[in-house]
């Protein structure tokens, strides 16, 4: 597939690849999480605030961008690596 693009198609493909991976961290990192930025409450009601239940642990968060930031290196660095010429296909009989 890296043959048939030119380098600017694979800079647009790692960008892309870049966004998708930010949309779909931000999702996975969000996904727990109960707070939705509604910050007024009842003043009688017991469970006004809690930020108990806010979501992933900060590790796991940090594990989950880690393992996105890599996979995006390691794509970006093999789709942009140099491609090897052609090789001329050298007949050895004669």
Do not use: E
């Amino acid at each position: 597939m890296r043959q048939r693009l030119d380098r600017p198609q694979r800079v647009v493909l790692v960008v892309g690849l870049a966004l998708t991976c930010y949309v779909f961290g931000t999702w996975i990192t969000n996904l727990h999480s109960s707070f939705t930025g509604w910050a007024a409450y009842a003043p009688l009601q017991n469970n006004a605030f809690q930020l108990l239940n806010a979501g992933l642990h900060p590790w796991v968060r940090v594990v989950i961008w880690m393992i996105f930031i890599v996979f995006w290196t390691l794509v970006s660095l093999w789709l942009l690596r140099p491609v090897p010429a052609a090789s001329s296909v050298q007949d050895d009989h004669g």
